[in-house]
């Protein structure tokens, strides 16, 4: 079974508004950790966003949001007020455990488009 | 902030050809992990390293595919022989703990293969 499933291939968005990259994942561990990604077309891949299954708060930095549901096991990205350098492909991912070692569980991916 | 290095950033071989990948983490990372992704995918872990020792390479081709962090710094993973579907990008990280408490994984740039 999937771990984490992002089923969103490919997302348009305005410029200036709000898109919102679906995320679902799979994990009977009580402790685990969610985590976005961002890779422009250069290949690396950049940190945007942690969750952890105890906090109590969405996480949020600066124009990311992620919107956590762990009932319904989602961890949407929220990103507010896109600009054109949002457009990228957008990865979830996921780390089961609470030692902080283990190797990242990684989605499909979303293909993000900001038009202007 | 310090980088995660890979060389080299593009390789075109041809199969049955020997390839080598070359990752230098971020100093004072422990742990290092080399990940793959095909073209349109999500990276897939290959091999995990704990200082010089393996964590993980359940997902590592072993016929072909080799790995080692000898001095527990830097890290090199071989392909011998290369095949048409190795073509990919090679994703080195390591991971270090933010403020929040989460371990974070940086990626460097990547080295993207091409088997001719």
């Known amino acids: 079974a999937q771990k984490i499933t992002q089923t969103q291939p490919g997302m348009f968005v305005q410029e200036k508004e709000a898109v919102t990259l679906d995320c679902t994942y799979d994990t009977s561990d009580p402790s685990y950790g969610l985590f976005w990604y961002k890779q422009p077309s250069s290949g690396e891949m950049i940190f945007l966003i942690y969750?952890?299954?105890?906090?109590?708060q969405n996480a949020t930095e600066g124009r990311y949001s992620l919107n956590f549901q762990k009932a319904r096991k989602s961890a949407n990205l929220v990103i507010s007020a896109s600009q054109l350098g949002d457009s990228a492909m957008y990865f979830c991912?996921?780390?089961?455990?609470?030692?902080?070692?283990?190797?990242?569980?990684f989605g499909s991916g979303t293909r993000l488009q900001v038009q202007p | 902030e310090a980088e995660v290095a890979q060389s080299p950033r593009y390789k075109i071989t041809e199969k049955s050809q020997a390839v080598a990948f070359w990752c230098d983490p971020i100093s004072g990372h422990a742990t290092l992990y080399w990940y793959r992704q095909i073209l349109g995918q999500g990276p897939e872990l290959l091999v995990q390293?704990?200082?010089?020792?393996?964590?993980?390479d359940s997902q590592l081709p072993k016929d072909r595919f080799s790995a080692e962090r000898l001095k527990g710094v830097d890290s090199t993973l071989k392909i011998q022989p290369a095949e048409l579907g190795d073509s990919a990008m090679y994703l080195c990280?390591?991971?270090?703990?933010?403020?929040?408490?989460?371990?974070?994984?940086?990626f460097g740039a990547g080295s993207r293969l091409t088997v001719l």
């Open positions: 969750q952890g299954s105890y906090d109590q």
């Open positions: 990280a390591s991971s270090r703990k933010q403020s929040s408490g989460a371990n974070v994984l940086t």
């Open positions: 390293f704990q200082d010089e020792s393996v964590v993980d």
């Open positions: 991912a996921m780390r089961e455990g609470d030692t902080g070692r283990r190797a990242l569980t």
